[in-house]
């Protein structure tokens, strides 16, 4: 399908992605036929010249942004052309706007607004006055004005009746002239973001001690060039903003001296050309510039440099955001392993969800180990019986509240396992339960789980998504997944946008069984919608089992199209035809049939035998539609069928005795997960229910611009305890293992800890109870194990 692309954008793209236009153009054009940025990436190589998913999304981003800015040129022209004023140079200028901002910098002076003082000054015939001064100041300005003076005010409510309103309306004239001139405006704007200053005060009227305010004492008295502002900070102070508890505003590199011009309005004479000569009108020039710049100017451009600011610090945010849910959704999953989901609760005791191989719920339970019940010994007695009964080989503990301790008795729970020769002792894993609230009360668990209450529900979640991640996770909004910076403080459409397409690129990236995926997973694949995904359900639960990759045109709306954006996502294990476990597509299957019958050996035995793959040329199987960039990756596939691109699974081991942040010293050595990452650094769960902050500079012992060039969430590090602020509950790690502690970290550290109550398994040493031992004796009485 053609594209309606000017090849003005498409030299653009080009250059902005240091790439062919013809790249580009056939890129284009796929998007423009409704292919999907995970298809063109894996099966069109050939036409777009190898162009990788992250190159794509990004020509995507631009083509939007570069065809609504042609949009808005063609309104602009339009515009000014039925009000008579476009002339050719001003069309040439217009048409050479390369922004957004230059476009509306050059259509201000012909935009329809309000009546302006400048606009009624004009109507009374003052712009003469207003260009005589401006182009002889040696006039005097009192004698000038004279004749200009009206006898009465006008019907409008204008009033010229005096020299001084005379002169205070030519002066508007001219203010209204330069705040409106690009010429002038664009030079202004681009020097104060290189040289202007962000301020950020307190506002007098809120108190310092009040908690809420005090999460930004930061910023009480705070300074920055306002474009070295990095990300984090300036959505901290925009949000302080926002709460009316920070006042922002530009400051000039340097405060003018009382009576004095500021450096603003030396810069603006400057780029009018005028300079005080001591001439009869300078005087009056002098405060026309003062003003333009004090009433026109200065809040405008503070405006646009703020809408800059925000809007730079929201795209790294999305960005950051972005990458952060990739590696969450990218993390290695635990497999197809027999799952007890804790979800931790006081109160409300801890919800328990034993979970299959397949995430079918086969039991559910709560248990009461704190207060107020206290019941240890049942709690424990209850989960050893799921164990037993089940054969349960990992435990989820979800990361939020009574997390810690209910990490200490699931630890007692595996101590007490293991003294009984032939018990399965599962392996305990803390997972963030982030978002696991949200699906519980969502309508797609009351579909999956209609049996179970709210509660218990994410107690399954949490088990699943230790067991696949990505399955579990695209069920949520990815903004409730927990990794983001200040995602609720940058444009929720562009995030979405953002954090839909990862979700997209990541799902494909990885496939997906369509003989066991639910409807999110289904409608994250390349081509399909929600509508489909839930048509091929229906489907699978009317036929059976989907057993070739062709019956899924036999899909209510899944046509022939749809199936070529997603048949190669899709995989069918088990099925009649092996190569439908893999990532080839079934279009390139007759190529497969060539390599089969060049090595003379059937499918079944080629598949995995990467001794037979690797010794055939790729351009020898190419063909005019299939070159050898495809031929490369379908011998790929065939050396490592329906591989996953996950890395293995491993978990963070906690160091016992190290519970809360009252046990950490500094100079402890830990291992931990990394659960966020932003620009300034990785926070890490060492275990003690209180994440710690490696800043950017601790990371490594070169410089680190960024830090997830070093770690990424969901990474398992090393770090080193510098410093514990038990009041503020922070802590401050390095993974600088050989970073030294000053003896007054030590001190502080061993000043703040405090002693506390034992929980529920510390310091417990009791042999097993009777309760506990009564389920092992039954169990294995009956041999469930």
Request: hydrophobic residues 45%.
């Given at each position: 399908?053609?594209?309606?692309?000017?090849?003005?954008?498409?030299a653009r793209l080009a250059d902005e992605l240091g790439v062919r236009?013809?790249?580009?153009?056939?890129?284009?054009?796929?998007?423009?036929?409704?292919?999907?940025?995970?298809?063109?990436?894996?099966?069109?190589?050939?036409?777009?010249?190898?162009?990788?998913?992250?190159?794509?999304r990004q020509l995507e981003q631009r083509l939007a942004y570069l065809?609504?800015?042609?949009?808005?040129?063609?309104?602009?022209?339009?515009?000014?052309?039925?009000?008579?004023?476009?002339?050719?140079?001003?069309?040439?200028?217009?048409?050479?706007?390369?922004?957004?901002?230059?476009?509306?910098?050059?259509?201000?002076?012909?935009?329809?607004?309000?009546?302006?003082?400048?606009?009624?000054?004009?109507?009374?015939?003052?712009?003469?006055?207003?260009?005589?001064?401006?182009?002889?100041?040696?006039?005097?300005?009192?004698?000038?004005?004279?004749?200009?003076?009206?006898?009465?005010?006008?019907?409008?409510?204008?009033?010229?009746?005096?020299?001084?309103?005379?002169?205070?309306?030519?002066?508007?004239?001219?203010?209204?002239?330069?705040?409106?001139?690009?010429?002038?405006?664009?030079?202004?704007?681009?020097?104060?973001?290189?040289?202007?200053?962000?301020?950020?005060?307190?506002?007098?009227?809120?108190?310092?001690?009040?908690?809420?305010?005090?999460?930004?004492?930061?910023?009480?008295?705070?300074?920055?060039?306002?474009?070295?502002?990095?990300?984090?900070?300036?959505?901290?102070?925009?949000?302080?903003?926002?709460?009316?508890?920070?006042?922002?505003?530009?400051?000039?590199?340097?405060?003018?001296?009382?009576?004095?011009?500021?450096?603003?309005?030396?810069?603006?004479?400057?780029?009018?050309?005028?300079?005080?000569?001591?001439?009869?009108?300078?005087?009056?020039?002098?405060?026309?510039?003062?003003?333009?710049?004090?009433?026109?100017?200065?809040?405008?451009?503070?405006?646009?440099?703020?809408?800059?600011?925000?809007?730079?610090?929201?795209?790294?945010?999305?960005?950051?955001?972005?990458?952060?849910?990739?590696?969450?959704?990218?993390?290695?999953?635990?497999?197809?392993?027999?799952?007890?989901?804790?979800?931790?609760?006081?109160?409300?005791?801890?919800?328990?969800?034993?979970?299959?191989?397949?995430?079918?719920?086969?039991?559910?339970?709560?248990?009461?180990?704190?207060?107020?019940?206290?019941?240890?010994?049942?709690?424990?007695?209850?989960?050893?019986?799921?164990?037993?009964?089940?054969?349960?080989?990992?435990?989820?503990?979800?990361?939020?509240?009574?997390?810690?301790?209910?990490?200490?008795?699931?630890?007692?729970?595996?101590?007490?396992?293991?003294?009984?020769?032939?018990?399965?002792?599962?392996?305990?894993?803390?997972?963030?339960?982030?978002?696991?609230?949200?699906?519980?009360?969502?309508?797609?668990?009351?579909?999956?789980?209609?049996?179970?209450?709210?509660?218990?529900?994410?107690?399954?979640?949490?088990?699943?998504?230790?067991?696949?991640?990505?399955?579990?996770?695209?069920?949520?909004?990815?903004?409730?997944?927990?990794?983001?910076?200040?995602?609720?403080?940058?444009?929720?459409?562009?995030?979405?946008?953002?954090?839909?397409?990862?979700?997209?690129?990541?799902?494909?990236?990885?496939?997906?069984?369509?003989?066991?995926?639910?409807?999110?997973?289904?409608?994250?694949?390349?081509?399909?919608?929600?509508?489909?995904?839930?048509?091929?359900?229906?489907?699978?639960?009317?036929?059976?089992?989907?057993?070739?990759?062709?019956?899924?045109?036999?899909?209510?709306?899944?046509?022939?199209?749809?199936?070529?954006?997603?048949?190669?996502?899709?995989?069918?294990?088990?099925?009649?035809?092996?190569?439908?476990?893999?990532?080839?597509?079934?279009?390139?299957?007759?190529?497969?049939?060539?390599?089969?019958?060049?090595?003379?050996?059937?499918?079944?035995?080629?598949?995995?035998?990467?001794?037979?793959?690797?010794?055939?040329?790729?351009?020898?199987?190419?063909?005019?539609?299939?070159?050898?960039?495809?031929?490369?990756?379908?011998?790929?596939?065939?050396?490592?069928?329906?591989?996953?691109?996950?890395?293995?699974?491993?978990?963070?081991?906690?160091?016992?005795?190290?519970?809360?942040?009252?046990?950490?010293?500094?100079?402890?050595?830990?291992?931990?997960?990394?659960?966020?990452?932003?620009?300034?650094?990785?926070?890490?769960?060492?275990?003690?229910?209180?994440?710690?902050?490696?800043?950017?500079?601790?990371?490594?012992?070169?410089?680190?611009?960024?830090?997830?060039?070093?770690?990424?969430?969901?990474?398992?590090?090393?770090?080193?305890?510098?410093?514990?602020?038990?009041?503020?509950?922070?802590?401050?790690?390095?993974?600088?293992?050989?970073?030294?502690?000053?003896?007054?970290?030590?001190?502080?550290?061993?000043?703040?800890?405090?002693?506390?109550?034992?929980?529920?398994?510390?310091?417990?040493?009791?042999?097993?109870?009777?309760?506990?031992?009564?389920?092992?004796?039954?169990?294995?009485?009956?041999?469930?194990?």
């Open positions: 399908m053609p594209s309606t692309v000017s090849t003005t954008i498409v236009a013809a790249q580009v153009q056939a890129a284009v054009d796929l998007l423009d036929g409704g292919a999907t940025v995970p298809f063109i990436a894996r099966y069109r190589k050939e036409a777009t010249g190898g162009l990788d998913d992250t190159q794509l065809r609504e800015l042609e949009e808005r040129r063609a309104t602009i022209l339009r515009s000014i052309e039925e009000q008579g004023k476009l002339t050719p140079a001003l069309r040439a200028v217009i048409e050479a706007a390369a922004t957004k901002q230059d476009l509306e910098d050059l259509y201000l002076p012909y935009k329809p607004k309000r009546r302006t003082k400048g606009q009624i000054a004009r109507e009374a015939g003052l712009e003469p006055l207003a260009d005589a001064l401006w182009a002889d100041p040696t006039l005097d300005p009192h004698a000038a004005a004279q004749a200009y003076v009206k006898p009465a005010a006008g019907e409008d409510g204008s009033d010229f009746t005096t020299v001084t309103a005379v002169l205070d309306g030519a002066r508007d004239i001219l203010a209204e002239r330069w705040a409106e001139d690009p010429a002038i405006v664009q030079p202004l704007r681009e020097w104060l973001w290189a040289e202007g200053v962000l301020r950020s005060r307190r506002v007098e009227s809120r108190d310092a001690a009040d908690p809420e305010v005090a999460k930004f004492r930061d910023y009480f008295e705070h300074d920055e060039p306002i474009a070295r502002v990095p990300s984090h900070r300036a959505l901290a102070m925009f949000r302080g903003r926002a709460l009316d508890i920070l006042e922002l505003r530009l400051a000039q590199p340097q405060e003018p001296l009382p009576g004095q011009p500021s450096l603003a309005e030396g810069r603006l004479a400057q780029l009018l050309g005028w300079s005080h000569q001591g001439r009869a009108a300078d005087d009056w020039l002098r405060r026309c510039v003062a003003w333009t710049w004090r009433v026109k100017l200065s809040l405008t451009i503070e405006r646009d440099l703020f809408a800059r600011l925000r809007e730079a610090a929201e795209a790294v945010a999305i960005q950051v955001f972005g990458a952060n849910v990739r590696d969450v959704l990218m993390a290695a999953p635990a497999g197809p392993r027999t799952t007890m989901g804790l979800d931790p609760g006081i109160r409300t005791g801890v919800k328990v969800a034993v979970v299959d191989a397949t995430g079918k719920v086969v039991e559910t339970a709560t248990v009461y180990p704190f207060e107020p019940r206290r019941d240890v010994d049942g709690a424990l007695a209850t989960l050893a019986a799921l164990v037993l009964r089940h054969g349960v080989e990992l435990i989820a503990i979800g990361n939020g509240t009574a997390s810690r301790e209910t990490d200490r008795l699931v630890a007692e729970l595996l101590q007490r396992l293991r003294a009984h020769p032939g018990a399965p002792v599962p392996q305990k894993v803390v997972v963030s339960e982030a978002g696991a609230s949200v699906y519980s009360a969502s309508e797609l668990a009351a579909q999956e789980l209609p049996e179970l209450d709210v509660s218990l529900r994410g107690a399954v979640s949490i088990a699943r998504r230790l067991q696949d991640p990505l399955a579990e996770l695209v069920k949520i909004d990815p903004k409730s997944i927990g990794v983001g910076q200040y995602q609720h403080d940058v444009n929720p459409s562009a995030l979405a946008r953002t954090l839909d397409a990862v979700v997209e690129d990541c799902v494909n990236a990885v496939g997906v069984d369509v003989n066991t995926a639910s409807v999110p997973l289904l409608a994250r694949v390349a081509g399909l919608s929600s509508a489909t995904a839930r048509a091929v359900v229906r489907w699978r639960d009317t036929h059976g089992l989907f057993r070739r990759r062709q019956q899924l045109l036999e899909v209510s709306g899944l046509g022939p199209k749809t199936f070529e954006q997603c048949a190669g996502f899709l995989r069918i294990r088990g099925g009649d035809n092996p190569l439908d476990m893999t990532g080839v597509h079934p279009e390139s299957y007759p190529v497969v049939e060539r390599i089969l019958t060049a090595i003379g050996q059937p499918i079944e035995a080629v598949m995995g035998r990467a001794e037979l793959l690797r010794g055939l040329r790729p351009e020898a199987f190419a063909d005019e539609r299939f070159g050898a960039p495809t031929v490369r990756d379908i011998l790929l596939e065939l050396e490592k069928p329906g591989r996953d691109p996950r890395p293995e699974f491993r978990a963070a081991r906690f160091e016992d005795g190290v519970h809360d942040i009252t046990d950490l010293m500094p100079g402890m050595v830990l291992e931990g997960v990394v659960t966020n990452v932003a620009q300034f650094g990785a926070f890490v769960d060492i275990g003690v229910h209180q994440d710690g902050l490696v800043h950017v500079s601790q990371l490594a012992a070169r410089y680190v611009a960024d830090a997830r060039e070093v770690v990424k969430a969901g990474a398992i590090v090393r770090v080193k305890v510098l410093e514990v602020d038990v009041a503020r509950r922070r802590i401050a790690l390095s993974m600088r293992l050989d970073a030294d502690i000053t003896p007054s970290d030590r001190s502080a550290a061993a000043t703040g800890a405090r002693r506390r109550e034992p929980g529920p398994g510390r310091g417990r040493t009791e042999p097993t109870t009777t309760a506990m031992a009564q389920a092992f004796a039954r169990l294995q009485q009956t041999g469930r194990r």
